[in-house]
């Protein structure tokens, strides 16, 4: 017997497993996020934090458990992919631009494609979205005129112009030098400020405390411990202390 969803929750994740062949990578996973909360999941490689925020997009799928999101029940077979993703929008440590289209153009594309937006309102909103990310200006240029940090805000972009109900970062800053990852966060703050549930995936222990409502440290695909940011300056456990001092 599962426990029943709770009726606040966007993200709901109950006993869930998940295997690659005899490697267990999520064993036993619960956890539940509230509307406008934002999670950071932390741990070492391997703790199985990234295939639980593929597990939520449905991009894997689990062998035991529940999981609900946004009011889909993500593990049941006959789960409506495309519903789903249009509800929750993912950010990876990759930004999967298209190289041969604009920015605006690669913001344009979903929009159109999956909403069926006529072109002049798909550009209107790419613009609004690419000045929530500061980078209005852009708009025209291609990404490889852009830095690192300023295609990962497009790929941040991207996903708002679906207007999601949640967002999962997986890493986004993992591939970017400090000051960019600076300009990202920054972003990732003010969408956090402005009530966007989000889950992320982070090495940004500094960011994970200011600004997450929840910490959960996962640890050999476990939640080891979880509660809010202060946890970590008095972690509970010998695992989780030994992470924090490592200063990962």
């Not at 690192?148 to 109900?165: C, F, T, Y």
């Not at 992320?200 to 080891?224: D, N, P």
């Amino acid at each position: 017997m599962h426990a029943p969803v709770s009726a606040k929750a966007v993200v709901s994740l109950s006993n869930v497993h998940k295997s690659f062949g005899a490697l267990k990578v999520l064993d036993g996973v619960s956890f539940d996020v509230g509307p406008g909360e934002v999670t950071a999941i932390i741990g070492q490689s391997g703790s199985g934090k990234s295939t639980a925020l593929r597990c939520i997009n449905a991009l894997e799928t689990i062998q035991e458990g529940s999981i609900h999101v946004c009011g889909h029940a993500v593990h049941d077979p006959a789960l409506d992919r495309r519903a789903l993703r249009r509800d929750v929008g993912i950010v990876f440590q990759s930004y999967n631009l298209f190289p041969h289209l604009t920015v605006e153009q690669n913001i344009m594309l979903a929009p159109t494609c999956v909403k069926s937006m006529s072109k002049a309102e798909a550009r209107e909103l790419a613009r609004e979205v690419l000045a929530r990310v500061g980078l209005e200006a852009k708009a025209e240029q291609y990404p490889e005129q852009l830095s690192g940090g300023q295609q990962q805000r497009v790929a941040i972009a991207r996903s708002l112009a679906m207007k999601p109900k949640l967002m999962l970062f997986d890493e986004v800053t993992s591939a970017l030098d400090p000051q960019l990852t600076g300009e990202v966060l920054k972003v990732m703050e003010s969408l956090a400020a402005g009530g966007m549930t989000m889950i992320l995936v982070t090495h940004e222990m500094a960011f994970a405390r200011r600004v997450a409502s929840t910490v959960i440290y996962m640890h050999q695909g476990k939640v080891w411990e979880s509660g809010p940011g202060s946890m970590l300056d008095r972690p509970q456990t010998e695992e989780l202390r030994g992470f924090v001092g490592s200063g990962l």
